[in-house]
């Protein structure tokens, strides 16, 4: 009964208490009117948005913006589109990480400023030397703490247009602490909930199986948070492994994560989450990734391994050339197919 | 057959230990490495009907192979459902979830967890990767179960930042925390011992330990005053069966073992 | 510049103010504890759960129970199970409406009580002359008012585990006032914003394409708010046009919309949405639905209708043999079906 | 083809005035009735590239038929997308909807809608379906347009009840409120004339009388002071290009014309 009492003053009252105010720097303003307006003012039209990640990323990010890949892990990444941030130097970048080849490619690059940080680090393959040298360093400036379903929920917030999502992780710890969220008692029952704020981003990143040429886009399989990072992208840029006609998508509406008039750019990328796994069309290539282990233990090896995957290479298609064919075939074969 | 116990290493004796854990026809929130095996071979053992729900969306996959990510193909295999990282976790959030596996660099007697910093947070020794789902998991399963090698770095009285929490300042202080009402740290695997907490004071203290192992090793072990209960069990070492399915069926590529 | 400084201002300040609190009865409490202990005590085994509509609300509801109906207006709502609501008088109901065909029956058989109300009405076909008849004479004894989408917002809620949820409808408005909402000032950028409480059911109805016997269950097309209803619901009952063996579902996990451990019962209902419709599977049977637009204006000739169609009628099967093979056959050529 | 204007019905001017509102390139909130039709006719006659959205989860429809209930077949008839009621209504709360379309049982003049009750609330003399997604569309579009009958009873003075917020109780409310900037009622479409808002006071005003009807018929089937500025247009009448593609394409059955 007595929790059930606190509900009651809780409704009699005419304010609830702030419990705690995280400290950690908002590095981006939940600010849904602004987004609003942004979101008015994008087209409509179901115009070809077909282009290299060369241009996509020319046109589409700026140094200082506040970008974000989706992902789970190596899986489903948008690696060629992080190998022409790297290429082409895009600075200053503010980040949403969860992230492993991705985001410590981008350290490795020194071309992160602040981190709105949950997870970086190489799975199995143990912790980020490239975090480690530019946070220890202090070169990244900021840090800011969060969950893994935090970051989700905060970009859920503002994929809801509204400023902030109440949640129950995060409550009683340091990662709170050195997070931007609230805390408040819960004018229903007066139990507290954490406010995560919503978290806008001005560019998001996600590579998915199929997408049309608008950038209707479709994933197999688990969609980890894709359907919410694009909803909070002020501009969105998609890789896909295959370009299909629109007429693929209106036959299965159902299987729309991403309806295209949230996208900027469509980018065919086959094998565009390598060395990363896609499901149902290859396995991921652990003997790359072991390389990329080895060679960010020290600055000067994992520059080498820029130089030759990234800057040694012009665009996506000379990269997978480096590999070849036949390793690429035996990737896919290592992938257990989609039964129809 | 001979009498001699199997030889086994610290990997199988880790993973066999939490799998016997994993109770049949329950949920279990399964990272990779040691949960995803123990959860395998619990479904082998005696857990036909335990069901694995993975962070990014699988939930109920038939485990047939091992993943060395979070979102492989194989944490949904068969699944029953593939879903997004929201609709797991908000599913442990409504009391769906009752088991959880963690790890971490720290841990302190009231099962509060580090994967953040060593040192300072905004000057750090060590930065480390974060919390990642764990404090989710830890946050909303009923029951969290902490997998760790054991040391005194690794045990102490207190952790440099609480990534996860586990019992945090002691008795009523998850609940004043907002967290939700009867969850929290249930057991810690270790090399050395199997490790629980005080119904009342909510510290750790020791259940059973290891083949081979003493009790003084373990408190040797431990950068804190771990309670030790007039009864300590000695854990069964795993036996030839758990390690067949282990080595043949499990982890048959030898990827974690 | 403005809006943000007060922002800044809601930062530092310990408290956040409520600006207003609406005075409609909180039918069902926010318990999210209580939520929880329920939720982690269901059976997580995968068993047989079929059993006949009869069953289903003998075992599962009782008198006074909270229930909802999942569909969007006449479409795809589990009207074999209100049937048998209806049949067995289980009484005292209070309801979450969003309802047409599905309220209105019950409305009909005066078996409701209270009602969180967003629509009831007959669509096309205008009033409803059984909520008129419920409401203005007393008989339904609380009306509260909420926005369609808050209604599922309110789902979600509950299936986030969280006790509201904050959104930017129902503000400034009667609606606000005879809801039980609360508008709070955000404490990131100073705003007024709604918080819904979250929306826990006894009892969640659902209709969809097909399940396994254990309740793992898909639906084609649109999916209304299936998804947050499901995992709102304490006890759930799913009733399919079609019982599939599990391995369809194993071999397409994502599409399924609700995992079987939220399911009590399953039932076997082809043409379970009659008369409405099922998208892809048949068209809805408009002269039937007039005949009941016709007779739910008197309360004589609504309580012929039920006689004759519910109470008449044993079961579900008998029901639809009061139509006929060839008329139901008909209703299926009207709908298109779905290309592979 | 004479010189006579062809004959049309009330329904058919409705659908004629409101689908000539609807801009080619953006999104439409689309109910079921009038605001379908005018969606159809104005993809066939002006807006190819009109979005339309339905709030159960169907966008980019191709309107190929007309459904009778709002989540019917048709509303994601080959569809880019059939999602679900939160992620429409999610959708126009982070702005991505530009026109709402909105009916009620009472409109006054501040565009306030009342679809709840007539007469006090807890005891009601009519009881009126609810906001529905009413509330929602007039609280999140952008611009949001009120196709009405034109008489005394429905404009009036005072709605019984405020179920869908219009500009409330004038100029600043809206925001007050907390109600997302810059939206608000744009249109009403009646049978007797096209009207607006004024930019300043916010009340309603005449913009163009339907064919043969007078301002001052206007004025008397108004319940409330209306403002009528200088120039008062003079709508033209559905051409036979409309009503062909609206009688021969987009209602053939004669569902609602």
């Not at chain 1, 209707?216 to 919410?228: C, K, L, T």
């Not at chain 1, 990234?310 to 039964?339: M, W």
């Not at chain 2, 069901?51 to 699944?79: H, M, Q, Y």
Request: a negative charge.
């Amino acid at each position: 009964m007595d929790r059930m009492l606190t509900g009651e003053e809780a409704i009699r009252s005419e304010s609830v208490r702030i419990l705690e105010s995280g400290m950690g720097q908002l590095l981006q303003l939940p600010d849904v009117e602004g987004f609003r307006e942004w979101n008015r003012a994008k087209s409509k039209e179901m115009a070809d948005k077909r282009m290299t990640e060369a241009e996509a990323v020319r046109r589409f990010i700026k140094p200082g913006d506040y970008i974000g890949t989706e992902l789970y892990g190596t899986v489903r990444c948008p690696m060629s589109l992080i190998h022409e941030i790297v290429r082409q130097g895009v600075s200053d970048l503010r980040v949403a990480g969860q992230g492993v080849l991705d985001l410590d490619m981008l350290l490795a690059a020194s071309l992160i400023k602040a981190i709105d940080l949950t997870y970086i680090g190489l799975e199995v393959h143990g912790l980020s030397n490239c975090l480690r040298r530019e946070v220890e360093s202090g070169r990244v400036e900021s840090v800011v703490e969060w969950s893994n379903a935090g970051i989700a929920w905060r970009f859920k917030a503002a994929a809801m247009g509204v400023p902030f999502i109440p949640v129950r992780s995060m409550l009683g710890t340091d990662t709170l602490k050195f997070s931007a969220a609230k805390v408040i008692e819960d004018p229903f029952t007066g139990i507290p909930i954490a406010l995560l704020p919503a978290l806008i981003l001005d560019v998001g990143l996600i590579h998915v199986h199929r997408a049309d040429a608008c950038g209707n886009a479709q994933i197999d399989g688990i969609s980890g948070f894709a359907a919410e990072m694009a909803r909070a992208s002020k501009r969105l840029i998609i890789s896909t492994e295959e370009i299909v006609e629109t007429e693929v998508i209106r036959r299965r509406p159902d299987r729309t994560i991403i309806p295209y008039y949230l996208v900027d750019a469509v980018i065919e990328a086959p094998f565009g989450s390598h060395p990363g796994e896609m499901c149902y069309r290859y396995a991921r290539d652990e003997e790359q990734i072991r390389g990329w282990v080895q060679a960010s233990q020290t600055p000067e090896t994992a520059a080498e391994f820029l130089d030759k995957y990234i800057h040694g290479v012009t665009d996506h298609q000379a990269y997978l050339d480096l590999f070849g064919e036949a390793r690429l075939e035996a990737l896919k074969s290592g992938a257990p197919g989609r039964e129809a | 057959m001979s009498d001699q116990p199997e030889p086994y290493n610290a990997s199988e004796l880790l993973i066999c230990t939490t799998s016997r854990l994993m109770e049949d026809g329950t949920t279990a929130f399964i990272g990779t490495g040691i949960p995803m095996l123990a959860a395998s071979l619990a479904q082998k053992m005696h857990a036909p009907n335990l069901v694995t729900i993975f962070e990014f969306g699988g939930t109920g996959a038939i485990l047939e192979s091992l993943p060395l990510a979070v979102g492989g193909g194989c944490t949904f295999n068969r699944a029953i459902a593939a879903s997004g990282i929201r609709d797991i976790v908000e599913t442990a959030q409504r009391g769906f979830v009752e088991y959880g596996f963690l790890g971490g660099a720290q841990i302190d007697p009231y099962g509060d967890l580090n994967t953040t910093v060593i040192g300072d947070h905004d000057h750090p020794k060590v930065r480390l990767p974060g919390s990642g789902g764990g404090n989710d998991v830890g946050s909303n399963c009923w029951r969290t179960i902490a997998i760790m090698p054991h040391d005194r770095r690794r045990f102490v009285e207190q952790v440099d930042f609480i990534t996860t929490p586990g019992y945090l300042t002691g008795p009523g202080a998850r609940e004043a925390a907002g967290l939700p009402r009867g969850t929290g740290p249930y057991r810690v695997v270790t090399t050395l011992a199997l490790l629980g907490y005080h119904s009342e004071s909510k510290r750790m203290q020791l259940l059973a330990t290891q083949p081979g192992v003493s009790v003084d090793q373990v408190i040797e072990s431990t950068g804190f005053e771990l309670l030790i209960p007039e009864q300590v069990e000695a854990n069964p070492a795993p036996c030839a069966e758990e390690l067949r399915i282990l080595r043949e069926e499990v982890d048959a590529d030898g990827l974690y073992i």
